[in-house]
Each structure stands twice: as structure tokens, then as C-alpha cells.
């Protein structure tokens, strides 16, 4: 998932007692793994900070885009840049099918996706680092969407149905985008030049920190977490899926024969876990803050693309319009 | 030019323009007017560089001096390339971009079909191959152009604008071109000599139906992107899409 930090708006969960006979019925259903689906009765707060989760989500498969399509024209082969096409389309697709899902919730797509412009939306803070060399092309497969995958295997079974399902078809996307992107660059380790070489550990070094942050706060700092897993829009905490990512990646590393740029980074045998270093918080805030070394291009990007295309959508309604009345005469 | 025998050349001219009319849509990524239209224009670029492939496959082939298709579409400089002087030309706003794209579709498609009788099997193949998505292709570009051209009056004006502003580089599309009458006789190409006409006729209906006015034929520019003589457009074209190969000699990717 591509949402790091999604206000609830509640203070503190609610007790049973505290609960209306409405909410305790919704919880007993959420409690016993049973789907909440579109027409079913849910508090307000679900229901907001589920339009609020999935429409970062949306506009992050959006946002997205734009770092691949920096390179889209400039992919060395035809096979990658085939690869590439076909990953950028599969983004665009999750975004569709996210809005979707978003609107059984009685959510507009177009007044989210204003929000975004305005920058009272968010995306994930990923999105708003550079893609500088070709390897960043394989680094974003590997890890940005291997990223997302560890926080969106869970959500595939999410409280709400239309999110669980729009996840269950995503993740499997996903996992062929990671693919892809670690075969990008386990060829320019294995098949490259020095200077290939260079460009694969380069955008690691730049992207390693970055993804770390992909999961949010940690969990001192995620005051929000204790409401949205009692409503199973979340399931494990940001530092559990954090862990899991990064006990899961190391190996990975090691077979392309690259490093971390973490000094501290360090296998516990008694845990079993991979220990890492200190994330720069600072700079995380700074980035969704709007801060961020491309947020404001990002943004300028995707308003252009709205604003000057409103004539375009407007013709299609107008020509659909006529279309009608004269089939109707 | 270094000329080929004539069905590589047109092996080439395919290839040549299928690639660069993808390379365009690349371009527009994130910048499409609905997202929906992301969705659409990837799934035409994909559909338009695996057809180059396959041509230029075949042309490397039969070329045979040890060059790839991979070689041809990013080794080649622009004197070499044979595509369409229309496909290499920006993008524009999205009007541009559709008349463009509508523009080259309906020759694209009749050119398939006709190719689809190939004497050459594996012409016959690939264009049987091709024949789906380049319908789904004018289908889309020609729904496009009816609905800009006869929607608001913004739109109908941007269309028309568009239309007048491309229309010359139809030369090569609109005219009967020499090499097509023996790659007729030859049944490389039965019927080709045909595609003009097709074309001029395909264009003049959906025109008339967007309610747009056709500009009188296009005369020759003295130009000719199927002779390797394009505009200034293809260099910058080629250098964005070349720039690693370029940089990077004999790397594998
Ligand atoms: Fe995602
Ligand atoms: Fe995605
Ligand atoms: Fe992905």
C-alpha cells in the first residue's frame, strides 16, 4: 500500500460499552472476518478514513507513473521497453480500479483527486524521488513495489470487500513488477559493465532509505494505528511490515552482490531479524510536507495533465450528449 | 541511403513507423487528459512495439549483416530510418496527437489486411498478427475524432486547427508511392497499389462525420521519410530513445 499516515479522526477506540448498538453490531461482524460491503451500515470515521486510505493509494499508482515515465523513451532494448509500457499501463489500471473501489464508498473521483492537486491529499512520499539512472528502473520493481507488496498482502484481506478484492487482483501485478524489476537489475550485476554496475548500487544507495520510509512511522509515532486495526483496514504495524520487508530483501541483496547504505545494519541470531539503522524522520515529515526533491514537479504534472485535458472530457460528454438525443429522435 | 530489395524495405518502413509512432505515445505518459486514456495509449504503444519487433526481426534477418532488430531501432541514425514523416512529428495537444494518430490508422490497417495475402508467409504471419490491434487501434483514434470534431466548439476548433497543421505530411499517405507497384505485382503486397485510395477514403468518411473540412490532398514536400529524408523532428526523436545504447556501446540490458 502506498498510504503512510491515515488520520481516523478518533482519539481513542472505543470500548463496547462506549459503542452504539449499531457500531457494536458493525465490530462483531468485523471482529468475525465478515466483509463489510457497500450497502452495509458503517461509522462515519470508517467510512472517511477508508476513502482518505484508498484514494492515497489511487493517486500513489498515479503519481507513480511519472517517475517510469521518465525513462519509458529512453529504455535501451525492446524487450525492456516493452516491460516498462506494460508496468506503467498495469499502474494505471490499479488507479482505476482503486478510484473504483473508492466510490462504492460514496466518494467522487474527480473531487479526490482535486484534494491531491491542492495538496490536501496525500500520495506516498516514494514518488517524490528522481529517477536518475536506468537502474532506478529495476530498483523501483524490486523494491518500491516490493514495498507496496508487503504492506498490500495483508490488506487483500482487509474489512472492507470491494478494497480486499481490488487488492487480491493488484498484488499479483505487483509481484510481477518485482520481478521483472530485480531481473533488471540482477542482469546489469551479472551481464554489466563496470559502469552498469555503478548505476544498480548508485540507485540503491539513493532509493534504500526512501523505501524504508515506504511504511510510515514508526510505531511510537502512528497514533492512528490502534483504530484503523481494531477496524482491520490495517492489519500488522508499520515496524512489523518495516521488519518483514527488510528480513526479506537482505538475501536479495546479497545475491546481486550490492550493499545498504546502512553502517548498522546487522543479522541478530538470537532474533533471527535483520537489526537496521536509524531512519531519517526528519526528512520523511519534510517529504509529505510537500518538501520533498520532486513534490512540486509531481503535482504540476499530473494538475497539467487534468487541467488541459477538461476540453478534451468536456467534448467526449458533449459528442456523447448529441450521440443520445439523435438516437432518441 | 543503402537501399535493400524491395520487401525489406517495406520490412523496414512498417517496422520504422510502428516504432516511431510508439515512441511518440511514450512521451505522453502522465500527461494523457483521463486516466483512462493512460490506460489506452500504453495498451496501443505496447501493441505498436511488438509489431516493430516483428518486422524489424524479420528484417534483420533478411538484412543478415549481423545486426538485431534491437540494433536497427537503436543504432540506426535518421538517414536510415524509414518511417513516416507524420508519425515522427510531436505530439501537440491531445487534438494533434489524435489527428496524428487516426491519420496513420487508417492507413496502418488496410495495409495489414492487404499484407494478410502476403506470397511471403511470414509477412502474411505477422500482419495476421497485427490485424486486431490495429483495428482496436482506428476504432479508438476514429471515435476520437468524431467526438472532438463534433463535441463542444472548443474542441471542433482544435480539431480543425490540428487537421490543417498536420495534413501536409499526409503526402506520403495519399499518394501513389513507387515501390508499392511491385511489391503489388510481386504479391508481397497484393493490392497495395489500392492503399491510397482506401486511405483518402476512409479519412473523407470519418472527416465528414466529425464534421470536420477535409484540406485539399496533399502535394509532395520534397521530403520523403520512406527514403530516409525526414524532417528535424527524428534526430531529437532518436537521441532521447537512443541515448543509452549510444552512451553505453556494445552493454547488455
Ligand atoms: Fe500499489
Ligand atoms: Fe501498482
Ligand atoms: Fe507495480
Redesign the pocket.
Request: glycine fraction near 0%.
Given at each position: 500500500?502506498?498510504a503512510q499516515m491515515v488520520e481516523t479522526g478518533v482519539k481513542s477506540v472505543k470500548t463496547s460499552t462506549e459503542m452504539s448498538s449499531e457500531e457494536q453490531a458493525f465490530q462483531t461482524r468485523i471482529d468475525a472476518d465478515i466483509k463489510i460491503e457497500p450497502k452495509n451500515w458503517m461509522p462515519e470515521a470508517y467510512r472517511k478514513t477508508l476513502i482518505r486510505q484508498i484514494s492515497q493509494?489511487a493517486h500513489?499508482?498515479i503519481v507513480g507513473m511519472l517517475p517510469e515515465g521518465n525513462w519509458v523513451t529512453r529504455a535501451p532494448t525492446l524487450k525492456r521497453k516493452l516491460q516498462l509500457m506494460a508496468k506503467i499501463q498495469d499502474e494505471a489500471g490499479?488507479g482505476l480500479y482503486l478510484y473504483s473501489a473508492m466510490e462504492t464508498l460514496g466518494a467522487d473521483r474527480d473531487d479526490e483527486v482535486q484534494k491531491m492537486h491542492e495538496g490536501k491529499a496525500k500520495y506516498s512520499s516514494i514518488f517524490n524521488y528522481p529517477t536518475l539512472n536506468w537502474a532506478d528502473m529495476g530498483t523501483i520493481g524490486w523494491l518500491v513495489?516490493g514495498a507496496?507488496i508487503v504492506n498490500?498482502v495483508p490488506l487483500q484481506r482487509t474489512s472492507y470487500g470491494p478494497y480486499s478484492r481490488a487488492m487480491i487482483r493488484?498484488c499479483k501485478e505487483?509481484s510481477f513488477h518485482q520481478r521483472q524489476g530485480y531481473e533488471i537489475l540482477l542482469h546489469l550485476m551479472r551481464e554489466g559493465n563496470d559502469a552498469q554496475k555503478e548505476m544498480v548500487q548508485d540507485s540503491i544507495n539513493r532509493f534504500w532509505w526512501p523505501v524504508l520510509m515506504m511504511f510510515g512511522p514508526s510505531d511510537a509515532n502512528s497514533p492512528n494505528s490502534a483504530q484503523s486495526m481494531a477496524w482491520k483496514i490495517k492489519r500488522h504495524s508499520n515496524d512489523e511490515l518495516r521488519q518483514r520487508f527488510i528480513d526479506q530483501t537482505i538475501p536479495q541483496l546479497q545475491i546481486l552482490g550490492c550493499t545498504a547504505p546502512d553502517p548498522d545494519l546487522k543479522f541478530n541470531e538470537e532474533t533471527g531479524h535483520w537489526e537496521y539503522g536509524e531512519i531519517d524522520w526528519a526528512e520523511f515529515f519534510e517529504v509529505l510536507k510537500g518538501n520533498g526533491p520532486c513534490n512540486k514537479e509531481r503535482v504540476a504534472k499530473r494538475k497539467k495533465a487534468i487541467d488541459e485535458g477538461a476540453w478534451v472530457r468536456e467534448a467526449a460528454v458533449a459528442y456523447a450528449n448529441k450521440k443520445q438525443q439523435r438516437n432518441a429522435a | 541511403m543503402k537501399r535493400f530489395d524491395d520487401t525489406t524495405e517495406l520490412l523496414l518502413q512498417l517496422g520504422d513507423s510502428a516504432m516511431i509512432q510508439a515512441q511518440r505515445l511514450c512521451e505522453l505518459v502522465g500527461g494523457a487528459p483521463a486516466l483512462e486514456e493512460e490506460v489506452a495509449l500504453m495498451n496501443v504503444g505496447l501493441d505498436l512495439v511488438g509489431q516493430a519487433r516483428n518486422w524489424l526481426e524479420y528484417a534483420a534477418e533478411r538484412i543478415d549483416d549481423g545486426r538485431t532488430a534491437d540494433d536497427l531501432v537503436f543504432l540506426r541514425d535518421q538517414g536510415e530510418y524509414r518511417n513516416l514523416l507524420l508519425v515522427e512529428q510531436p505530439n501537440g495537444d491531445f487534438a494533434m496527437t489524435m489527428a496524428k494518430q487516426f491519420l496513420f490508422d487508417a492507413w496502418h490497417k488496410p495495409l495489414l489486411e492487404k499484407l494478410c495475402n502476403s506470397s511471403d508467409e511470414r509477412i502474411a504471419g505477422i500482419a495476421a498478427k497485427s490485424i486486431k490491434e490495429s483495428s482496436y487501434h482506428i476504432r479508438r483514434s476514429s471515435e476520437w475524432i468524431k467526438r472532438l470534431g463534433d463535441g463542444t466548439h472548443e474542441s471542433h476548433e482544435r480539431m480543425q486547427r490540428a487537421l490543417d497543421q498536420i495534413w501536409h505530411f499526409t503526402f506520403e499517405l495519399a499518394n501513389p508511392y513507387e515501390l508499392f507497384n511491385t511489391l503489388d505485382t510481386d504479391n508481397i503486397a497484393p493490392g497495395i497499389k489500392a492503399l491510397c485510395k482506401e486511405w483518402q477514403a476512409i479519412v473523407a468518411t470519418i472527416l465528414a462525420e466529425a464534421t470536420l473540412t477535409q484540406p485539399e490532398t496533399a502535394e509532395n514536400n520534397y521530403l520523403s521519410g520512406r527514403e530516409g529524408v525526414h524532417t528535424e523532428n527524428l534526430g531529437f526523436v532518436l537521441a532521447e530513445m537512443q541515448f543509452l545504447q549510444r552512451a553505453y556501446p556494445n552493454a547488455s540490458w
Open positions: 500500500m502506498y493509494h500513489s499508482e490499479h513495489d507496496a498490500q493488484v505487483e | -
